[in-house]
């Protein structure tokens, strides 16, 4: 897919060896416009580093800003670069699900078994106890699981002592299967299943299904991560405080996450003593991915080929039309909470964003385009993974930090944040937009 000229930019955006070739003005107008962004005096970004990709070819990457801050002496500032990493947050929900689905294909699980089969321990909704988990029900946030109890607990926590003991862990008046309610905690049950079925720990496992099959870098486990990964791991900013939670969009970048620049990452505490099985969380299946949005892109290509990557079938094609088909869908107020309008369909473990106008989950202003990926947002990172895959259009878009509040600058035509409609608006007319007389129109 794609045309010679479009093969040959993304080679020449990806690092690809050979001479190199002027870029199109076109995209210089967008690195300047998106580079603005990032800049804009008045609600600043710490840093940005973006993808495109149109029929099934990465067609642009562009970065701005920084991906380390120095702070009262401490640290170096160092530019955001394509190798750049970001905690990318939910998205991570994604990627673990890209894994679980190989489980699936193998038969070490069925989506539509009682969990309790792989957990070792009975999984019930305390308020509901005849009624049956399933890992589908997880991945499509209607098992009844909330995250009031918390969804991270360290390595000398079983998650088994959360989930049976804890009720406010449960929903008391919505039945599994019976409501959408997004909920992180139903990836740390995911996780921990992963391990069971596995014998293996979470983050070596993605290592295994996922990250190593693709050729991609960083993980779920900075701790393990070689010197290079580290040095190319973005901190995560704003510009409030970490305790008080007061902003100050005049004052100075605060590090929210993965200040690596001035302390290296420690190992999780007690991890020499974790039991595999007992507690995924503590490698965050729900948002502790590090990863690059050029290694995102890698994903995507993958997705838009039907599974396949490097010649291997990652996944069947027919194990991704199911994960992308849509498995809940918003009827009324009696059938989820949309989170004020973000959330109109879910796949399994994925986002459908189905173009829905006002306070919905329209991507770009001005132009129809559905797709699939997900969202993610914490610590300041505010992330998007969207792809349209049969057309083999897409986007990635990692923000590294907020200077100031973004829910007080809602967006103007979606439910995201208006940072977020600009950089996705300006880099799909930039990057994707059909010409005039496209086929594709």
């Known amino acids: 897919m794609g045309t010679p000229w479009r093969a040959v930019l993304g080679a020449v955006l990806l690092g690809g060896a050979g001479q190199a070739v002027a870029v199109p003005p076109a995209h210089e107008a967008l690195t300047r416009e998106l580079a603005a962004i990032v800049a804009d005096p008045g609600k600043p970004l710490s840093g940005l580093s973006v993808l495109a990709m149109r029929g099934g070819e990465v067609v642009y990457e562009g970065q701005s800003g920084r991906a380390r801050i120095a702070t009262n002496g401490a640290g170096a500032d160092l530019p955001v670069t394509p190798r750049t990493m970001f905690r990318i947050a939910s998205v991570s929900k994604m990627m673990t699900t890209l894994a679980l689905m190989q489980l699936v294909e193998r038969g070490d699980v069925s989506l539509d078994a009682d969990a309790s089969r792989y957990l070792g321990f009975t999984l019930r909704n305390p308020h509901f106890p005849d009624r049956v988990i399933t890992l589908r029900q997880l991945l499509t946030h209607t098992s009844s699981l909330r995250d009031d109890a918390g969804y991270s607990f360290g390595a000398g926590t079983a998650l088994q002592d959360v989930l049976v003991r804890e009720p406010k862990a449960w929903a008391a008046d919505r039945a599994p299967g019976s409501y959408f309610t997004y909920c992180n905690l139903g990836w740390g049950v995911i996780g921990t299943v992963m391990e069971r079925v596995t014998g293996e720990r979470f983050d070596r496992l993605m290592q295994r299904l996922l990250l190593a099959p693709l050729g991609l870098r960083g993980g779920y486990n ?137 306070r919905g989950n329209r991507l770009v202003d001005g132009a129809h385009f559905e797709a699939v990926g997900h969202l993610g947002e914490a610590y300041g990172l505010v992330a998007t993974f969207a792809v349209d895959l049969a057309r083999g259009d897409g986007m990635v878009t990692l923000i590294g930090g907020f200077g100031s509040d973004p829910e007080r600058d809602p967006g103007s035509y979606s439910a995201l944040t208006r940072a977020e409609e600009r950089i996705l608006t300006t880099l799909y007319r930039g990057a994707i937009a059909p010409a005039p007389h496209d086929p594709r129109l």
């Open 222 to 358: 900075p701790a393990a991560f070689s010197a290079d990964e580290l040095a190319d791991t973005a901190t995560l900013y704003r510009r409030r405080t970490t305790d008080t939670e007061v902003w100050n969009s005049a004052g100075p970048w605060i590090a929210q996450v993965d200040d690596y620049g001035v302390r290296p990452p420690v190992p999780p505490a007690g991890i020499d003593r974790y039991v595999v099985g007992t507690n995924a969380t503590l490698f965050s299946p729900t948002g502790g991915l590090r990863i690059s949005a050029r290694d995102l892109g890698t994903v995507m290509r993958m997705l838009v080929d039907g599974g396949r990557h490097g010649g291997r079938q990652l996944l069947l094609p027919e194990t991704l039309a199911q994960m992308f088909s849509a498995q809940w869908t918003y009827r009324d107020p009696a059938s989820g909470d949309t989170l004020n309008g973000l959330y109109h369909s879910w796949g399994l473990g994925t986002q459908r964003f189905t173009d829905v106008a006002g």
